[in-house]
């Protein structure tokens, strides 16, 4: 049965795309055929993390708001930009990275009912296994949308007051919203935190299960977003952790 998995944050800089792209390539290393959408249209970038270059970028989701192309012709194969062994495969729908194209957006604004079709018709002409989507952070019209149809909303959050308040917000809309599954991955932890301790008072205050502690890796700074972290780290912290994210979407 495909999966429909939201991965979105209330607030900005918590590593949700990063998150978003590593998981769907661990999934497709597991042979599985994966959908990433970039719905953060209003400043794109999850294409970077793929390799993805502009100059090969036929049609973006912007063109399928507007009318210009059906969604699977959104839909880019990025399984060979990765620079790994992967069994699956991985279609990028990239939002445009132009910026007449993103002002047009923010002046005129979309359909977003269309963004419900399209989800579902990518799901069924590309044969997913799961359609992962980048969301927007904060809560908009767009993300109340990928909320509603999702199998599982991945919160991620880092251990700052900021983002325990807005969090529950977030929790909150999604429960009224019935999501079937929730998971909450705590990122960018101090290693001088105890992880323990952190996973019990998130868990605790959200009632919501913890798929992840993350800690704050170095490395990943410097990787800079020019690649997949856990491909090229697959023994980090990091990727080990999100590896038992990916397996928990698996169930």
Request: aromatic share 6%.
């Amino acid at each position: 049965m495909p999966k429909i998995v939201s991965v979105h944050s209330f607030r900005g800089g918590t590593g949700k795309s990063n998150t978003t792209a590593n998981l769907a390539s661990l999934l497709a290393m597991d042979g599985l055929r994966v959908g990433v959408v970039d719905t953060d249209i209003a400043s794109p970038g999850i294409h970077v993390l793929f390799n993805f270059d502009e100059a090969d970028l036929i049609h973006s989701l912007n063109d399928y708001l507007w009318g210009k192309c059906s969604i699977k012709e959104t839909a880019h194969d990025v399984t060979g930009h990765v620079g790994a062994d992967i069994k699956g495969q991985i279609f990028l729908i990239p939002s445009s990275i132009k910026a007449g194209e993103i002002a047009r957006i923010l002046r005129e604004g979309y359909d977003v009912g269309l963004l419900n079709d399209g989800f579902r018709d990518l799901v069924k002409e590309l044969k997913l296994d799961f359609l992962l989507i980048d969301t927007h952070p904060g809560l908009n019209e767009e993300t109340l949308l990928s909320l509603a149809i999702s199998d599982v909303l991945i919160l991620l959050m880092r251990p700052d007051q900021q983002d325990y308040q807005g969090t529950i917000v977030t929790v909150d809309v999604a429960r009224k919203l019935d999501v079937p599954k929730m998971l909450l991955i705590v990122n960018k932890t101090p290693t001088a935190f105890d992880f323990d301790e952190v996973r019990d008072r998130v868990s605790q205050t959200y009632n919501v299960p913890v798929a992840a502690v993350i800690p704050h890796s170095d490395e990943m700074m410097v990787l800079a977003s020019s690649g997949i972290f856990s491909l090229k780290y697959p023994d980090n912290p990091v990727s080990l952790s999100l590896r038992a994210v990916a397996a928990e979407l698996r169930k």
